[in-house]
C-alpha cells in the first residue's frame, strides 16, 4: 500500500493521491524521454544542417558540442543550490528551458526564406522545353579551365540571404537545451533515492533508465520521417522540384522534427508543478543506517536536527585548505587516473564515431538521409539497449566482483574491437563522377578536370553542383559539363538530351541522354550494405555488454574511498564532458572535412557544405581515428589491470594482518557496492551517450 500521508502544503490534487512516488516516476521517465528523443533527433539532423545552412563538417561538430557547453556552465550551480529547493519544480524549469532551446534551433527556418536549390536548369515560359544547359562560348573566352562562372549576379539576394549567420541560432538553442537538461537527472535521481524504499529505488530507477533508451529510437524514427518531406512542403510546388531525397542537395523538414520535440519537451514539465517538495519518508530510512545525502531534505531525520539548531557560518578559508589535500589525494589514486584516462579516449571514441555514423552510411553506401536514420532507430539503438540489459543480468547471476566486472568489461570491450576492424574490409570504391573521380572516358586516372573536349564549346562553371546521370553510367558535374545541348520535360522527369561527353564513354551511335540526379550505385557496394549493418549491430551489442560493468569500475570502496566518491564522480562528469564529449565531433568533423572532393559555394561566395567525398579516404579516416582511439584505450586498460590487482592484493593482505573477519567484510561490501551502485551509477551516464551505437 502507498503511503498517503502528506502535508497540508501540498497541492490538493497529490494530497488525494496515494501514491506520489509513482506520479513522479511517470513524470521523470517522461521527461527523460522527451530529452533523449530531443538528443537523438540532433544527430539524425546533422547533415540537413551541414546543407541547409552550407556550413562544413566541423562546425556541425562544434554545434553538435554545445548541448555540454551548456550543461557544463550551470551544472555545479544545480547540483548545489537545486538540492535545496523545490527540486520538482526546478526539474520543470529545466524542461521548459530545453523545450525553449529546441523551438529556437528550428527557427531560423521562418526567417532565412525559402531553400535554393543550386541547378543550372532553368524552364522557359509556359513550355516543358527548357532553355540550353550548355551556353555558347564566344571566340574570346578563355581556355579550357579558366571559364568564369555563368551564375547570374546575387548582390541583391547576398544583402537578405541570413543563412551564413542563421546556424548561430541553432548553437544558442542547443546551449540552452544543456541548460535546461542539467537538473533533471541528478535531482531527479536524488528525489527517488531520498523517498522510495530502499528495495524499491533501484528498480526505479531502472525503469527511468529503460525509459531514457527509448527516446533515441523514437529520436532517428522521427529524424527518419521528416528527412522524407521537402524543407519547405507546403511553400512551394512539388511538381517543380528536381532533385530526390537520395541527392546531395535535399534538404528535409528538420525544422519539423523539432517543433514536435519541443512541444513533447514542454509537455513533460506540466506534470512537476504539481507535485510536491519532498514526500513523506519510508520508515526504514529513518534509522541511522542512512546516509546524509539521502536524509538531508527530510526535516524528521535524524541526521538532520543539527539543521534546524543555530549554526556557525562556514568557514570558506578552511574549505578551501581541506579541498587542495582532498583532491591531491584522489589525483594520486592511480587505478583513478587510469580509469579516467581510458574512459575519455573511449568516450572521444564512441561520440566521435556516432556523431558522424548516419553520414557515413550516406556518403559511403550511397543511403538516404532517412534511410541512414531508420536504420540506427530501429536496429543500432535497440542492441545498445538489450546489450547493456544483458550486461546487468550477466553481473546480477554470476555476481562479478571488482576483477570480474573489469575483465568483463575488457573482454567485450575486445571483442567488440576486433569485429570493428572487419569493417575497414567492408569498403566501397567511389562512384565514378566524370573530372573528379574518373576521367571522361570512365578511367580513373591520376590527373583530371572538370574540363574536356566535350565540353569546349560549352561556357561552364566549375562551381556549379547538379550532378546528372549518363547512360553510361557515370555521372557529370552538371548538365553543362555533360556537353548536353538541349533538354525536355519539366521537374524530376527532365531529360538531357544530345550529351557529347556521354558519347566519349560509349561511343555507339545514336542521341545519348542524361537524367539529374547522380547515378545509382550499381557495383558490389549494394551487396556489401547488409553485411555492414550486421556487423555494426553485433558490435554494438558486444561492446553494450561491457557497458555495465564498466561503469561499476569507479564506485567500489576498495578503488576510492568513500568520503572522495562524490568528488570522484563529479571530476569524472567533467572530464569526460570537457574532453570528450566537446572536442569529439569537431575534430572528427574536420578530419572528414579533408576528405571533402567538391565543395558547394555559397550564394554570397564562399565554401559552403561538402557535395561528394572520397569514399575511401572516408573510410579510412572514420574507422582509422575510431579504431586507434580504442587500440590507445586498451593499451591504458592493460596497464590499469595492473594496477588495480596490486591494489587489491594489497588491501586483502591488510585485511588478512587484521584478521579474517575483517577480510569477509571487504569481500562482502565489494559485492554489495557493485550490486548498488548499478543503478546509482547508471544515470551518472548521459543516456544519450550510453545509446550512440
Known amino acids: 500500500m502507498c503511503p498517503s500521508g502528506i502535508g497540508s502544503s501540498n497541492p490538493p490534487f497529490v494530497t488525494g493521491c496515494q501514491c506520489p512516488q ?9 521527461a527523460y524521454f ?3 528523443l530531443s538528443g537523438s533527433y540532433m544527430k539524425s539532423t546533422i547533415t540537413q544542417l551541414e546543407r541547409r545552412f552550407d556550413i562544413p563538417s566541423y562546425l556541425i561538430g562544434i554545434i553538435d558540442g554545445s548541448f555540454e557547453i551548456g550543461n557544463l556552465l550551470v551544472i555545479a550551480f544545480v547540483s548545489y543550490f537545486g538540492a535545496k529547493l523545490h527540486r520538482p519544480k526546478i526539474i520543470a524549469i529545466g524542461c521548459i528551458l530545453m523545450s525553449f532551446g529546441t523551438f529556437l534551433i528550428a527557427m531560423p527556418h521562418f526567417i532565412i526564406g525559402r531553400y535554393k536549390i543550386e541547378t543550372s536548369i532553368r524552364s522557359s515560359v509556359n513550355s ?6 550548355c551556353p555558347a562560348s564566344s571566340p574570346e573566352s578563355s581556355r579550357a579551365g579558366d571559364r568564369p562562372s555563368i551564375l547570374p549576379s546575387r548582390a541583391v539576394g547576398c544583402e537578405r540571404e541570413s543563412s551564413v549567420s542563421m546556424w548561430i541560432y541553432v548553437l544558442l538553442g542547443n546551449i540552452l537545451r544543456g541548460i535546461g537538461e542539467t537538473p533533471v537527472q541528478p535531482l531527479g535521481i536524488s528525489y527517488i533515492d531520498d523517498y522510495a524504499q530502499t528495495e524499491n529505488a533501484a528498480l526505479y530507477i531502472g525503469c527511468v533508465q529503460t525509459i531514457s533508451v527509448i527516446g533515441p529510437v523514437f529520436g532517428y524514427l522521427l529524424g527518419s520521417l521528416c528527412a522524407k518531406i521537402y524543407v519547405d512542403v507546403g511553400y512551394v510546388d512539388m511538381e517543380t522540384i528536381t532533385i530526390t531525397p537520395g541527392d546531395a542537395r535535399w534538404v528535409g523538414a528538420w525544422w519539423l522534427g523539432y517543433l514536435i520535440a519541443g512541444a513533447i519537451t514542454l509537455m513533460s514539465a506540466v506534470p512537476f508543478w504539481f507535485l510536491p517538495k519532498s514526500l513523506p519518508m519510508p520508515v526504514e530510512k529513518h534509522d541511522g543506517n542512512c546516509t546524509p545525502e539521502q536524509t538531508r531534505f527530510i526535516k524528521d531525520s535524524p541526521t538532520m536536527e543539527h539543521k534546524f539548531r543555530p549554526e556557525e557560518p562556514p568557514n570558506l578559508h578552511l574549505m578551501a585548505n581541506e579541498f587542495v589535500p582532498t583532491l591531491k589525494s584522489l589525483l594520486g589514486n592511480p587505478v583513478y587516473i587510469v580509469y579516467l584516462c581510458v574512459t575519455i579516449i573511449q568516450f572521444n571514441s564512441l561520440i566521435g564515431m556516432v556523431t558522424y555514423k548516419p553520414k557515413y552510411i550516406e556518403q559511403h553506401y550511397g543511403q538516404s538521409v532517412s534511410k541512414a536514420n531508420f536504420l540506427m532507430g530501429m536496429i543500432n539503438i535497440p542492441a545498445v539497449a538489450v546489450g547493456m540489459f544483458s550486461g546487468g543480468v550477466v553481473m546480477k547471476k554470476y555476481k562479478l566482483g571488482i576483477m570480474g566486472a573489469a575483465k568483463f568489461a575488457f573482454g567485450t570491450s575486445l571483442v567488440g574491437y576486433l569485429l570493428s576492424l572487419l569493417f575497414l574490409a567492408l569498403g566501397c570504391e567511389n562512384s565514378k563522377v566524370a573530372g573528379i573521380t574518373a576521367s571522361y572516358t570512365g578511367y580513373v586516372i591520376c590527373e583530371l578536370s572538370l574540363f574536356s573536349d566535350c565540353n569546349s564549346g560549352c561556357l561552364c562553371s566549375r562551381r556549379e553542383w547538379d550532378p546528372v546521370c549518363g547512360e553510361n553510367g557515370i555521372t557529370y558535374v552538371s548538365p553543362c559539363l555533360a556537353g548536353c545541348t538541349s533538354s525536355s520535360g519539366s521537374g524530376r522527369n527532365t531529360v538531357l538530351d544530345d550529351c557529347r561527353c556521354v558519347a566519349m564513354a560509349n561511343p555507339r551511335p545514336g542521341n545519348l541522354t ?3 540526379g ?5 557495383d558490389s557496394c549494394d551487396k556489401i550494405f547488409p553485411y555492414f549493418m550486421a556487423l555494426s549491430v553485433l558490435s554494438s551489442f558486444i561492446i553494450s555488454l561491457g557497458g555495465t560493468p564498466g561503469f561499476m569500475l569507479l564506485s567500489p570502496h576498495r578503488c576510492i574511498k568513500p568520503e572522495l566518491k562524490s568528488l570522484a564522480l563529479g571530476i569524472h562528469t567533467l572530464a569526460t564532458r570537457t574532453l570528450a564529449g566537446i572536442p569529439a565531433p569537431i575534430y572528427f ?10 565543395w558547394g559555394y555559397k550564394t554570397c561566395g564562399g565554401r559552403g557544405a561538402c557535395r561528394i567525398y572520397n569514399t575511401s579516404a572516408y573510410r579510412i579516416v572514420y574507422l582509422g581515428l575510431t579504431l586507434g582511439l580504442r587500440t590507445v584505450s586498451f593499451f591504458l586498460c592493460i596497464l590499469g589491470f595492473a594496477l588495480l590487482k596490486r591494489h587489491i592484493k594489497k588491501e586483502e593482505k591488510i585485511a588478512l594482518t587484521n584478521g579474517n573477519a575483517e577480510l569477509e567484510s571487504l569481500r562482502k561490501e565489494e559485492s554489495s557496492s557493485l550490486h548498488c551502485e548499478q543503478f546509482i551509477l547508471g544515470p551518472d551516464c548521459n543516456p544519450d551517450r550510453e545509446t550512440r551505437l
Do not use: W, Y
Open 128 to 133: 516543358t522545353n527548357n532553355l540550353s544547359p
Open 518 to 522: 547522380q547515378c545509382l550505385r550499381r
Open 589 to 598: 568533423g574536420a578530419i572528414i572535412d579533408t576528405t571533402c572532393l567538391k
Open 514 to 516: 542524361a537524367t539529374l
Open 34 to 36: 522527451a530529452k533523449a
Open 22 to 30: 509513482v506520479m513522479f516516476l511517470a513524470a521523470l521517465s517522461f
